[in-house]
């Protein structure tokens, strides 16, 4: 877990692709340039040949993103109405978790639960910034006291206890809290004989707690484990990026797991692997598409046809249907 999940506690998990900025967020970054692929400039390429570049203050207020895989520049109004989908290549941008839940379930049915539960700096952890700040800062940025939203809904009239991790809090990393929600949410999902629906967008354990947050790994699995044994259900959709402890733990160990298409699912990252066993890797290496083909993931659901799709996945719940396990 060194390379990904380091990364993720600072909110920039290796190899991953980084969540929608805000507008405050990208306004405070104008001396980022952004340019297209196609106008990369390689060493070898004539010295007369120029770059097209753009500044972010060039395009007011956040307006415009650009696709982390086409590099096409999208308005973000027809982003957003896509379901945050690029009209050009059909990459999925990394979803933050209210827009998740907004997509997934039916309107006004969305009931969260532990809302109130927030890291503790336990270790007193200080790298750059104190930890106890970081969370500070963090909270007071997205509004949300953890990585993981939990509660439960409809989807499609089916009820469902559902948990989503959030890329934009600390990477989606998980401490102590979103190991305790996971926990929580299984045992919500068993007493109400409810199926449970994990989504995951996570860079790994969150390092700024140490060991506690790797304990969270045995704790998540063990809770799932006693949810199946009770007779639960229980569906994993791996969002780009999962990687680190949350891939090693909880996401993998569904009665079904599911993925994005071109999601970035594994345990460290493709070029901390390549480097570390000085070997060129296989095209399309831990994305979702080479994992379905290995039989990692069960399948692969496009964003627009996830409600639908999940929907026919519940009524397959052996509760649902009064089968004894």
């Known amino acids: 877990m060194t390379g990904a999940a380091t990364d993720a506690a600072t909110g920039t998990a290796t190899d991953t692709v980084p969540p929608l900025a805000s507008d405050d967020e990208q306004q405070t970054t104008d001396s980022t340039d952004l340019s297209t692929a196609d106008e990369e400039q390689s060493a070898d390429d004539s010295p007369q040949r120029s770059r097209l570049r753009w500044k972010k203050k060039d395009m007011p207020g956040g307006l415009w993103l650009k696709?982390?895989?086409c590099a096409q520049t999208i308005y973000r109004k027809e982003l957003e109405e896509k379901g945050f989908v690029c009209p050009s290549c059909d990459f999925h941008f990394t979803l933050p978790g209210a827009e998740r839940i907004a997509m997934l379930l039916d309107e006004?049915?969305?009931?969260e639960h532990y809302a109130e539960l927030t890291a503790l700096d336990r270790l007193e952890f200080t790298d750059e910034v104190p930890y106890a700040d970081k969370i500070e800062r963090t909270v007071g940025r997205t509004g949300q006291n953890e990585a993981l939203l939990c509660g439960t809904g409809l989807v499609e009239g089916r009820p469902l206890v559902l948990a989503v991790l959030d890329f934009k809090f600390m990477g989606g990393s998980m401490g102590e809290v979103v190991g305790e929600k996971i926990s929580l949410a299984a045992d919500l999902a068993r007493c109400k004989k409810l199926p449970l629906v994990l989504v995951t967008s996570s860079g790994g354990a969150r390092m700024h707690e140490g060991v506690l947050s790797l304990m969270q790994m045995a704790k998540t699995?063990?809770?799932?484990?006693e949810f199946r044994d009770a007779g639960g259900f229980s569906i994993c959709l791996m969002s780009n990026p999962t990687t680190g402890g949350v891939t090693a733990s909880f996401a993998s160990v569904c009665d079904?797991?599911?993925a994005e298409p071109g999601a970035l699912i594994g345990f460290a990252g493709p070029r901390v692997?390549?480097?570390t066993l000085k070997q060129e890797l296989p095209p399309g290496f831990q994305r979702a598409e080479f994992l379905v083909e290995k039989g990692q993931v069960d399948r692969i659901v496009r964003r627009v046809?996830?409600?639908q799709e999940l929907a026919s996945m519940l009524d397959y719940d052996p509760q649902r249907r009064g089968v004894a396990d």
Request: with cysteine; hydrophobic share 45%; glycine share 4%.
């Open 305 to 307: 046809d996830l409600r």
């Open 273 to 275: 692997i390549a480097t």
């Open 256 to 258: 079904l797991t599911l």
């Open 221 to 225: 699995c063990s809770a799932l484990a």
């Open 67 to 69: 696709c982390e895989s």
């Open 108 to 111: 006004g049915s969305w009931e």
